[in-house]
């Protein structure tokens, strides 16, 4: 199976500026869920996906967006980017058992910077 | 609430040496344990699981951990490391609540193998 892909893998972007990142799961896996990585935070969870809603939420603010399509592929959008969101965005899929737990598998990220 | 502490930031270790990665945990609640790796500008891999069952828990490229409940401890060792080991190393815990699944992530050891 093709692993979990992320597209752009670098991005630059302006302070204001918005900018979508886009995550393609393994298939069959129907959960995806965002990490914010940076060296001083280390990995933060944004948020997770699963049949197209939002199931859980980290604490960032609401210029923190996401959505997923039916196709369990997912994007998360960043709006009015300010210097600090630069980091790695990472996006994982799981395979979900319904009631058990499962395991993370990660895209190789995209790296945001913002100047 | 819950918590993942790694507690040394940096490991160097001269190549064929053993190495051991500290990692605590604390939470109220039933946890699953996991340690991931990040090599230079890819995502996390996962290493090794502890689901239940014996608490001594082999993962892939030789590494294994011992899941120790009392000291709630999740230690990675290695009898021998390789130059290629050189990578990030993150200790991640899982709650299973009725939401979904809950990840929790350490801030990373940095372990450089010398040669």
């Known amino acids: 199976k093709a692993g979990v892909t992320q597209t752009p893998r670098y991005l630059i972007k302006t302070r204001g500026q918005q900018v979508t990142l886009s995550c393609s799961p393994i298939?069959?896996?129907?959960?995806v869920s965002w990490y914010q990585q940076t060296p001083g935070q280390g990995l933060q969870f944004l948020f997770e996906y699963f049949s197209e809603t939002q199931r859980n939420k980290g604490n960032f603010p609401g210029r923190f967006s996401g959505r997923q399509f039916s196709n369990s592929r997912s994007e998360m959008n960043v709006s009015t980017l300010e210097l600090g969101d630069s980091a790695l965005y990472l996006c994982?899929?799981?395979?979900?058992?319904?009631?058990?737990?499962?395991?993370?598998?990660f895209g190789p990220g995209t790296r945001l910077t913002v100047t | 609430a819950q918590s993942v502490t790694q507690l040394d930031s940096q490991v160097p270790v001269f190549e064929e040496a053993p190495v051991e990665l500290r990692c605590n945990y604390s939470s109220s609640v039933s946890v699953y344990l996991f340690w991931y790796v990040q090599y230079p500008n890819q995502g996390l891999q996962l290493l090794l699981k502890y689901l239940s069952g014996s608490t001594l828990v082999k993962g892939i490229n030789g590494f294994e951990a011992e899941f120790n409940k009392s000291q709630t401890s999740f230690h990675l060792r290695k009898p021998s490391v390789h130059i290629s080991d050189t990578a990030e190393y993150f200790c991640?815990?899982?709650?299973?609540?009725?939401?979904?699944?809950?990840?929790?992530f350490g801030t990373g050891t940095s372990l450089t193998v010398i040669p």
């Open positions: 994982a899929s799981s395979p979900v058992r319904t009631g058990g737990l499962y395991e993370q598998y």
């Open positions: 991640a815990v899982t709650l299973v609540v009725n939401t979904g699944n809950q990840f929790y």
């Open positions: 298939s069959g896996h129907r959960s």
